[in-house]
């Protein structure tokens, strides 16, 4: 876990940080996405097999996801196609940003959306029913408070990883 | 079971889908309203957390993964910068989990108001606008109520 929680005090690979209305597009989208998963996942019955539920539609678009999901959360929220898109089509047609924010909360934030739709996806290959919209279901509640509330998922995780002894210093002397 | 769960009509399904969006902004509207909040009356002490000197500590609890702390942050360095009787610091809370255990600390960033004497004598939950940051810091520096 100590890789998802990288030092504040390195310098960022932009030295002033992203706009923070960046990782919020880009959660709008997901929340779209997740919520046809859902759709989709609860009027298609169960594939009969491993490949078959592999290809069902609501799969397929949830494979997609967990993929854009481990984009932002190995490469880091700068390099993800969202921000491209969000770069090159809306910051243009919007007033510079009053604010700049740090890359870790929300690449933090796509390592969480990672765990949780990585795990629907694979407990639906497996077989088990709901598995797949009650993951796209969560994942949809956490970009839905990201885009629409600015909700700071990793305000409130990093104490409990914490607390729970989950996150812990490596060197105490750091 | 999971038939009647699963491959449900697409009628019902949307009304699934209406449900789902309005939980989430249940939950968003009940989020925002105790984002933030200023806790008083907290007690117990952090002596070791204090800045020496400083009429009013105000020690910050911030995770890395925190943008709401950046806010908090901006905040109370600027009422340590105006004011030299208040002194402000950030720690990890990872580097001080007992001291987000002692005083009920579950999100970041949570900053303790420490008086003189070392005493938590509020907690700012979240980043806290400025003034209510300032009553917080006033009402520190006054005495605290000993009853008898």
């Not at chain 1, 998963?37 to 009969?48: I, N, R, S, Y």
């Not at chain 1, 592999?54 to 993800?80: C, M, N, Y």
């Not at chain 2, 989430?24 to 200023?38: D, F």
Request: glycine residues 8%.
């Amino acid at each position: 876990m100590s890789a998802a929680t990288p030092n504040p005090n390195v310098t960022p690979s932009q030295p002033f940080g992203i706009d923070p209305r960046g990782p919020r597009f880009g959660a709008s989208i997901t929340a779209v996405l997740l919520l046809i998963v859902v759709l989709l996942g609860l009027t298609e019955p169960l594939g009969a097999d491993l490949v078959a539920r592999a290809l069902q539609p609501s799969a397929l678009l949830l494979t997609v996801i967990v993929a854009l999901f481990a984009w932002g959360a190995f490469a880091g929220i700068e390099k993800h196609p969202y921000g491209a898109i969000y770069r090159r089509l809306i910051a243009p047609r919007l007033a510079p940003p009053t604010e700049r924010e740090h890359p870790a909360p929300p690449t933090f934030a796509q390592l969480v959306g990672l765990l949780v739709t990585a795990t629907g996806l694979v407990l639906h290959l497996a077989g088990v029913p709901g598995a797949l919209v009650v993951a796209a279901s969560a994942a949809f509640i956490a970009a839905f408070l990201n885009a629409v509330f600015a909700y700071c998922l990793g305000c409130q995780l990093y104490v409990l990883l914490v607390r729970l002894g989950v996150l812990r210093r490596s060197n105490p002397a750091a | 079971m999971f038939r009647i769960f699963l491959s449900m009509d697409a009628l019902t399904a949307l009304i699934v889908i209406v449900a789902l969006v309005a939980l989430a902004t249940v939950l968003g509207l009940t989020l925002r309203a105790r984002g933030t909040r200023v806790a008083s009356g907290c007690g117990g002490d952090e002596h070791q957390l204090s800045v020496e000197g400083a009429e009013v500590t105000l020690v910050q609890l911030s995770s890395p993964v925190c943008s709401a702390c950046v806010a908090m942050r901006r905040v109370g360095s600027e009422l340590a910068a105006a004011d030299p009787t208040v002194a402000h610091r950030e720690i990890d809370v990872l580097d001080e989990p007992d001291v987000a255990r002692r005083h009920s600390v579950y999100s970041t960033p949570t900053t303790l108001v420490l008086d003189r004497d070392g005493h938590v004598r509020s907690r700012l939950i979240g980043a806290v606008k400025p003034a209510d940051v300032r009553a917080a810091v006033d009402a520190a520096r006054t005495r605290e109520a000993v009853a008898a």
